[in-house]
T-cell receptor
Framework: DQQVKQNSPSLSVQEGRISILNCDYT??????FLWYKKYPAEGPTFLIS?????DKNEDGRFTVFLNKSAKHLSLHIVPSQPGDSAVYFC???????????FGAGTRLFVKA | EPEVTQTPSHQVTQMGQEVILRCVPI?????FYWYRQILGQKVEFLVS????????KSEIFDDQFSVERPDGSNFTLKIRSTKLEDSAMYFC????????????FGEGSRLTVL
């Protein structure tokens, strides 16, 4: 089941710079896309979401962009901080949210 | 802040034994989920539960798995006869009605099958 793909297993960024995490999807029926952050030995924590009818949603340092024609979304973190170092999961939700599908995750390292 | 709680945090069991993982979702949430993450792999959907019945399940959720909400607060995942490949971190999640489908996850229960 590869409905949500995160092709970069890891990303390393200098503190203060922008982090861009990418995600592709194949299921056109997703009505929301979500980003979750996960620290080791903890459950995923919701970060930000975007409706499939929008192309941008911003919350503080986090912005999610959606390109429906390309079936691609990205999460921008600016400025990146060492505390942002974690695994980031992209997810798609449909059918009233009965089934949320996660990508494989991208491990972000923010270097001080 | 309300949170999803899971017990046990870690369980070690012998192959073939039954295991029950327990979750207390956030009290006003209506949708409940189990996910699992095998070490180093993706977070995989197992099952969703709404209005006292399963609403969706994945191909992983075969006859060896069952879920129950026995008393209106707990939400349990039972594995009848564990296999080595069931070793994983199991996450319970819940969400409220509406919104973007934001899931609130517990800390997870690590299951080790020997």
């Amino acid at each position: 089941d590869q409905q949500v793909k995160q092709n970069s297993p890891s990303l390393s960024v200098q503190e203060g710079r922008i982090s861009i995490l990418n995600c592709d999807y194949t299921n056109s029926m997703f009505d929301y896309f979500l980003w979750y952050k996960k620290y080791p030995a903890e459950g995923p924590t919701f970060l930000i979401s975007i409706s499939s009818i929008k192309d941008k949603n911003e919350d503080g340092r986090f912005t999610v962009f959606l390109n429906k024609s390309a079936k691609h979304l990205s999460l921008h973190i600016v400025p990146s901080q060492p505390g942002d170092s974690a695994v980031y999961f992209c997810a798609g939700s449909n059918g009233g949210g009965f089934k949320t599908i996660f990508g494989a995750g991208t491990r972000l390292f923010v270097k001080a | 802040e309300p949170e999803v709680t899971q017990t046990p945090s870690h369980q070690v069991t012998q192959m073939g034994q039954e295991v029950i993982l327990r979750c207390v979702p956030i009290s006003n949430h209506l949708y409940f989920y189990w996910y699992r993450q095998i070490l180093g792999q993706k977070v995989e959907f197992l099952v969703s539960f709404y209005n006292n019945e399963i609403s969706e399940k994945s191909e992983i959720f075969d006859d060896q798995f069952s879920v129950e909400r026995p008393d209106g607060s707990n939400f349990t995942l039972k594995i009848r006869s564990t296999k080595l490949e069931d070793s994983a971190m199991y996450f319970c999640a819940s969400r409220r009605q509406g919104g973007s489908g934001e899931l609130f996850f517990g800390e997870g229960s690590r299951l080790t099958v020997l």
